[in-house]
Nanobody, 128 residues
Framework: QGHLVESGGGSVQAGGSLRLSCRAS????????LGWFRQASGKEREGVAT???????TYADSVQGRFTISQNNAKDTLYLQMNSLKPEDTAVYYC??????????????????????WGQGTQVTVSS
């Protein structure tokens, strides 16, 4: 398997936008899930958004309507468009991949435990 490499993190004021990218070409042949997760200081890693090979996506309630997960046409890059950012969105954001049946959007889990391949993470800091 290849590597998952995130980019696009940074610092922004509340209300601003950022777009995260993740090179994921080694994980998108068939029956896969790609997801974005985040971990704030002192907190557990949590699911942000997942997209699967059927093209379906799911979001955490806290980001619904503000964040959008997508892939490019070649399916080798995963994106997370983050709008209307809030200070509570501050965290290290990770890209992850899975071939587990349980990761599929139909199961509605968005669970880090269902993902076995992880990037190194990129810091997002939102100031008030």
């Amino acid at each position: 398997q290849g590597h998952l490499v995130e980019s696009g993190g940074g610092s922004v004021q509340a209300g601003g936008s950022l777009r995260l990218s993740c090179r994921a070409s080694a994980y998108t042949y068939s029956n896969y899930c790609l997801g974005w997760f985040r971990q704030a200081s002192g907190k557990e890693r949590e699911g942000v958004a997942t997209i699967d090979s059927d093209g379906r996506s799911t979001y955490a309630d806290s980001v619904q309507g503000r964040f959008t997960i997508s892939q490019n046409n070649a399916k080798d890059t995963l994106y997370l468009q983050m709008n209307s950012l809030k200070p509570e969105d501050t965290a290290v954001y990770y890209c992850a991949a899975s071939y587990s049946l349980l990761c599929r959007v139909a199961y509605g889990r968005n669970n880090p435990g269902d993902f076995g391949y992880w990037g190194q993470g990129t810091q997002v800091t939102v100031s008030s």
